[in-house]
């Protein structure tokens, strides 16, 4: 785990970030939602912010360790960007790929199926979602955002 401090680009505060990188296996999914409950003490989460952010990165993680990697071998990177008023977490695979119905902001009620309530979840904790599909199909990248 490393932290990275970025000096601010026009005046901006870009904040902190804390990247991770798990193997693809649920036993360490646990090691993400300790690095969040250690920055959580950085800014003074409220602890329903963090059961909910802590949530919303377990569905995100498992996602990539269910669906990335068909042999069970890989890795997830996860980063954590905090800033003044906000904290952008980002968990990404490069394994095969995954795009669910709605991936975009608005969402759709196909995701409600079995299998796509983790997605539902994340949406209704953050404040924003973004999917992104790697090159050819390879890998994803999913990123929330919360106010804080």
């Known amino acids: 785990m490393s932290n990275q401090t970025t000096a601010p680009l026009d005046g901006v505060d870009t904040g902190r970030t804390v990247r991770l990188t798990i193997p693809a296996?649920?036993?360490y999914i646990t090691l993400s939602r300790l690095a969040l409950a250690g920055l959580s003490r950085v800014r003074a989460l409220s602890d329903e912010t963090l059961a909910d952010l802590k949530l919303a990165l377990t569905e995100a993680c498992s996602n990539s360790v269910r669906h990335a990697y068909a042999d069970g071998e890989g890795h997830v990177d996860i980063s954590f960007e905090l800033r003044e008023d906000r904290l952008i977490v980002e968990v990404a695979d490069d394994g095969?790929?995954?795009?669910?119905?709605?991936?975009?902001?608005?969402?759709?009620?196909?995701?409600?199926t079995e299998g796509g309530l983790g997605i539902a979840i994340i949406r209704s904790i953050a404040d924003e979602v973004e999917f992104v599909g790697g090159p050819d199909g390879k890998g994803s990248t999913l990123r929330f955002m919360k106010l804080i």
């Open 25 to 27: 296996k649920a036993e």
């Open 96 to 112: 095969s790929g995954f795009e669910p119905e709605g991936a975009g902001k608005n969402g759709s009620e196909d995701e409600l």
